[in-house]
């Protein structure tokens, strides 16, 4: 079975520019996680969706919004990039509505804002 | 949330049987303890998770003592594979979506 897909592997954007990620869960999940990991730090919960609704929402601005889609895929877009928004962006899928329940994490997708 | 301590970085030589402990002292009755492992580049990976006592699976097993107050993942005989960020999360789930990570604990396997 394919694991838990993220397009593109990498991406570079000017500052105030508009990014957006994709996610594709695995076949079966309903619960799609986004986390943001910038250099040595631990990542970082932004959001989860649970059949297409929002579940929960971490400490980010409202620059960064998100949507999950019929088919459970989810996309992950953010406004006006600034520097620090630079990190490796994970998408988690899960079984689970509840987030501490296993989840499967992507590979990531490296944004660098310029 | 109950708060998580690990060491920074841990170094250990092939074939070394390698313990990482995680302090988790204000731990609540219905947290259950979870370890992810990350590769550089990579997303975490659930490797195991646990309520009291000790569990075993074909990764890792996880040692937890009678006040769970602390955890220790053990690593049989590690290889240069197992080079990773190793994360100690608690958490109960109730009415939580996320999962909480901390800085974790950098392994270096040497050869």
């Known amino acids: 079975d394919a694991g838990v897909t993220q397009s593109p592997t990498h991406l570079i954007k000017t500052r105030g520019q508009h990014v957006t990620l994709r996610c594709s869960p695995i076949s079966g999940h309903k619960s799609v996680s986004w986390y943001q990991q910038v250099l040595g730090q631990g990542p970082q919960f932004i959001f989860q969706y649970y059949e297409k609704e929002e579940r929960g929402r971490g400490n980010f601005p409202d620059r960064f919004s998100a949507r999950q889609f019929p088919n459970y895929s989810s996309e992950l877009n953010v406004n006006a990039l600034l520097l620090g928004d630079s990190a490796l962006y994970l998408c988690?899928?899960?079984?689970?509505?509840?987030?501490?329940?296993?989840?499967?994490f992507g590979p990531g997708t490296r944004l660098t804002v310029t | 949330l109950a708060k998580t301590t690990q060491p920074i970085s841990m170094d250990s030589y092939e074939g070394q049987e390698v313990n990482i402990t995680c302090s988790h002292n204000n731990i609540a009755t219905n947290d259950y303890i979870t370890w992810y492992q990350q590769f550089p580049s990579q997303g975490p990976r659930f490797i195991i998770q646990?309520?009291?006592t000790k569990v075993t699976n074909e990764v890792a097993s996880l040692f937890i003592p009678a006040d769970r107050k602390s955890s220790t993942l053990s690593l049989p005989r590690v290889s240069l594979s197992d080079t990773a960020v190793y994360y100690c999360l608690v958490d109960s789930g109730a009415g939580s979506y996320q999962l909480t990570f901390g800085k974790g604990t950098k392994l270096s396997v040497i050869p």
């Open positions: 988690a899928s899960s079984q689970y509505e509840q987030g501490w329940y296993e989840q499967y």
């Open positions: 646990g309520y009291k």
